[in-house]
C-alpha cells in the first residue's frame, strides 16, 4: 500500500536553529516527492520537487534531498516567518499521496 | 502570479441538503483536482479530471459525489446529500502536465449542521 510518513509531528526552535524535518515513503512507481508549506487557513503552497534518488533543491533557507526511501527537509538558520505546517506528499498515478505534516514553529 | 481561486470560503448547510463547491484553476492548466482534508487529519485525494472526464477517484468519491467543468474557467464539486462526515476543508488544485506539482487553493471550509 502507498503510503507517507513524516517526522517530527511538531517541531519548536529557536530562532536561528538548523534541523531536519523527514519525509518517509513507500509507493509503487514514484513520479514525484513533493514538499508544501501550508499556513493555518490557507491551502498547500508548493516548495520543491524531486523526482530521482541524490537529487537536491534549494529555496533560500530550505534544502529538500530524496533517497529511494525518504526525503529530508533541511532549514538553515530559520526565522519566526518560517513557521508553518510542511508536508511531504508523493505522486502516484495522478493523485497526490500525502503525510500528516510536521509542524515547524520558530521562536524568535 | 496566477493563482486558483475558491468560492464560498465557507459554507454551512443542514444535513440532507445539496452543496456545489466552485473553483477557477489556472488559466492555461489542464489537469484539476479536489482534495478534501478533515480537520486534525491528513489531506485526502477525492478525484482527478483531465480532457473533460474523471481520470481517477478515491473511495471516498462515491456516488454522493460528481465534478463538472461547465466551461473553459470553472471546475465544480457536488455533493448531492451532505452528511456530517462531509465536514472538512474542501482543496481545489490544477497544473499544466501530468508530473508538475499541483497549485491549490485556500480552500471551502464545509460545515454540514
Known amino acids: 500500500e502507498d503510503q507517507v510518513t513524516q517526522s517530527p509531528e511538531a517541531l519548536r526552535l529557536q530562532e536561528g536553529e538548523s534541523s531536519s524535518l523527514n519525509c518517509s515513503y513507500t509507493?509503487?512507481?514514484?513520479?514525484?516527492l513533493f514538499w508544501y508549506r501550508q499556513d493555518p487557513g490557507k491551502g498547500p503552497e508548493f516548495l520543491f520537487t524531486l523526482y530521482s534518488a541524490g537529487e537536491e533543491k534549494e529555496k533560500e533557507r530550505l534544502k529538500a534531498t530524496l533517497t529511494k526511501k525518504e526525503s529530508f527537509l533541511h532549514i538553515t538558520a530559520p526565522k519566526p516567518e518560517d513557521s508553518a505546517t510542511y508536508l511531504c506528499a508523493v505522486q502516484a498515478n495522478y493523485q497526490l499521496i500525502w503525510g500528516a505534516g510536521t509542524k515547524l514553529i520558530i521562536k524568535p | 502570479e496566477p493563482e486558483v481561486t475558491q468560492t464560498p470560503s465557507h459554507q454551512v448547510t443542514q444535513m440532507g441538503q445539496e452543496v456545489i463547491l466552485r473553483c477557477v484553476p489556472i488559466s492555461n492548466h489542464l489537469y484539476f483536482y479536489w482534495y478534501r482534508q478533515i480537520l486534525g487529519q491528513k489531506v485526502e485525494f477525492l478525484v482527478s479530471f483531465y480532457n473533460n472526464e474523471i481520470s481517477e477517484k478515491s473511495e471516498i468519491f462515491d456516488d454522493q459525489f460528481s465534478v463538472e467543468r461547465p466551461d473553459g474557467s470553472n471546475f465544480t464539486l457536488k455533493i448531492r446529500s451532505t452528511k456530517l462526515e462531509d465536514s472538512a476543508m474542501y482543496f481545489c488544485?490544477?497544473?499544466?502536465?501530468?508530473?508538475?506539482?499541483?497549485?491549490f487553493g485556500d480552500g471551502t471550509r464545509l460545515s454540514i449542521l
Open positions: 488544485a490544477s497544473h499544466r502536465q501530468g508530473n508538475q506539482p499541483q497549485h
Open positions: 509507493v509503487s512507481g514514484l513520479r514525484g
